[in-house]
């Protein structure tokens, strides 16, 4: 069975949540992580005991949150965290299966916490709902938002050119943000850059491409093969025309959490445009006008 594609219509924020996820401190997110996974490991057999959770099921959640908390203990190096290892799914677990985790235990939290904290009986507090709500938010956004775990830490060059060498993962991560790009280009955010002037093409439609090209690509056909040199010259100047069109807007203003989420688009922008230099569709000229953003010239 295949699962439905992640996009963006998760919320980004819970109720009750006061604090924007980027600014929740790391520590916070790994210690309310590893709670939860110290939670499981206690609460779940007893729900598989009473049938309330099949037991296939709960292994698969606990590895995956298992797996996520040993993610944000190794790439940030917090003292004293010891991640916890799982022997309970073995197999490598995608980057696509933490979101949906993390998705899912948002979810049960954002149905349940309102009700416990108006319970009179219940003793979970709204400051402690709030601050565990807000821990996972965090780690949603480090993940979806900040592609933590896709691929690995790596710089922003060395994505490109790997993409360029036609690395399937570097690929992968490319078309993931085209169609991501591609998504969002249908949204308010976006409608007032489309491809054309007078709005009568899809905005999302470079976006979609992008992702069609890395695809092809990634399955080894030629770029020339997907597209000819003049619609591969357009589609890149129509990106950094959307992205660049997009980041200047000046009302009403973006949080940072959603400026660094379209900046990531700026991966998706290079690649095509140095292939589209790459097999003389452009000139460096008529792509490179301006400097790199500073958000480009980070990991």
Not at 204 to 209: C, H, L, M, S, V
């Amino acid at each position: 069975m295949t699962e439905r594609r992640l996009t963006d219509d998760f919320a980004m924020r819970s109720p009750l949540a006061e604090r924007q996820p980027h600014r929740v401190p790391l520590a916070e997110i790994v210690a309310e992580v590893t709670r939860e996974v110290h939670r499981r490991r206690e609460a779940y057999p007893i729900m598989v005991q009473r049938g309330s959770l099949d037991q296939t099921e709960a292994r698969r959640h606990q590895a995956v949150l298992a797996a996520i908390q040993a993610d944000l203990a190794s790439s940030f190096d917090l003292s004293g965290t010891q991640p916890l290892a799982s022997d309970d799914d073995p197999a490598p677990i995608s980057w696509g299966a933490k979101v949906r985790e993390l998705r899912r235990e948002l979810a049960i939290r954002r149905a349940a916490y309102p009700k416990w904290v108006a319970s009179a009986t219940n003793p979970l507090t709204e400051a402690d709902a709030r601050i565990r709500l807000e821990a996972f938010d965090a780690a949603h956004y480090l993940y979806w938002h900040q592609l933590l775990g896709f691929g690995g830490p790596v710089k922003f060059a060395d994505r490109i050119d790997a993409a360029l060498a036609g690395d399937r993962t570097a690929l992968a991560r490319i078309h993931f943000l085209a169609e991501r790009g591609a998504d969002r280009a249908r949204g308010p955010a976006w409608r007032d850059h489309g491809d054309e002037a007078d709005g009568a093409v899809d905005p999302g439609a470079a976006w979609a491409a992008a992702a069609e090209l890395a695809k092809g690509v990634a399955q080894g056909t030629h770029p020339l093969e997907v597209f000819a040199a003049a619609p591969l010259a357009r589609i890149a100047r129509t990106l950094r025309q959307q992205r660049e069109g997009f980041l200047a807007r000046n009302v009403p203003p973006l949080l940072a959490a959603q400026v660094e989420a379209d900046s990531l688009l700026y991966d998706v922008e290079c690649w095509l445009g140095l292939l589209a230099i790459r097999h003389g569709a452009i000139t460096r000229d008529d792509f490179i006008g301006a400097p790199a953003p500073h958000w480009a010239v980070a990991a």
